[in-house]
T-cell receptor
Framework: GAVVSQHPSWVICKSGTSVKIECRSL??????MFWYRQFPKQSLMLMAT?????????EQGVEKDKFLINHASLTLSTLTVTSAHPEDSSFYIC????????????FGPGTRLLVL | QKEVEQDPGPLSVPEGAIVSLNCTYS??????FMWYRQYSRKGPELLMY????GNKEDGRFTAQVDKSSKYISLFIRDSQPSDSATYLC????????????FGEGTQLTVNP
């Protein structure tokens, strides 16, 4: 149980385009979903926290107009990187908290984004 | 000073060795403690979860939490090459929507 999926697993796009990443909890309902960014050999950097039906809470320094988060249901959250630039190239990982389970997060497999 | 300190390594051990990974923390509000394993280019996988102080064992893995010392450990017995990964400690106070605070991660290599 507690499986989180992400789609796509990797994406290459041209500078200036927008990219949408989906995060789904497959066998549980998520109270909260989280979006992280990870650079090589570094730990996870929390970008934002989202609850179903409400606006996401962004961490300091994260541009909310650039990284749009939509939490449409208790099993789906999307991250859209708008007008992507090469510096947005990174590994993006989502996680979810099981509303009926233990106090922890279950992570998706990650999405590797390369902006040319 | 970081809320959670973890030696990034790298740590290299021979197959069959006992591995000890540790984290210290400063926030006494933390009550939930986790260890995640992350393989290269993959998302973190929950290995161990502990609430409050004590020990928890799961197969070759043992997690220990000492809240009085603000110190947590993960022991891996009979380590295998497949254990080669980065190990992240994480902790939560149980508020703020399950927000986790992570250590930097320790890179472990188990040599055959």
């Amino acid at each position: 149980g507690a499986v989180v999926s992400q789609h796509p697993s990797w994406v290459i796009c041209k500078s200036g385009t927008s990219v949408k990443i989906e995060c789904r909890s497959l066998d549980f309902q998520a109270t909260t979903m989280f979006w992280y960014r990870q650079f090589p050999k570094q730990s996870l950097m929390l970008m934002a926290t989202s609850n179903e039906g409400s606006k996401a809470t962004y961490e300091q320094g994260v541009e909310k107009d650039k990284f749009l988060i939509n939490h449409a249901s208790l099993t789906l959250s999307t991250l859209t990187v708008t007008s992507a630039h090469p510096e947005d190239s990174s590994f993006y990982i989502c996680s979810a908290n099981d509303r009926r389970g233990i106090e922890t997060q279950y992570f998706g497999p990650g999405t590797r984004l390369l902006v040319l | 000073q970081k809320e959670v300190e973890q030696d990034p390594g790298p740590l290299s051990v021979p197959e069959g060795a006992i591995v000890s990974l540790n984290c210290t923390y400063s926030n006494s509000a933390f009550q939930y403690f986790m260890w995640y394993r992350q393989y290269s280019r993959k998302g973190p996988e929950l290995l161990m979860y502990t609430y409050s102080s004590g020990n928890k064992e799961d197969g070759r893995f043992t997690a220990q939490v000492d809240k009085s010392s603000k110190y947590i450990s993960l022991f891996i017995r009979d380590s295998q090459p497949s254990d080669s990964a980065t190990y992240l400690c994480a902790m939560s106070a149980g508020t703020s929507g399950s927000r986790l605070t992570f250590g930097e991660g320790t890179q472990l290599t188990v040599n055959p």
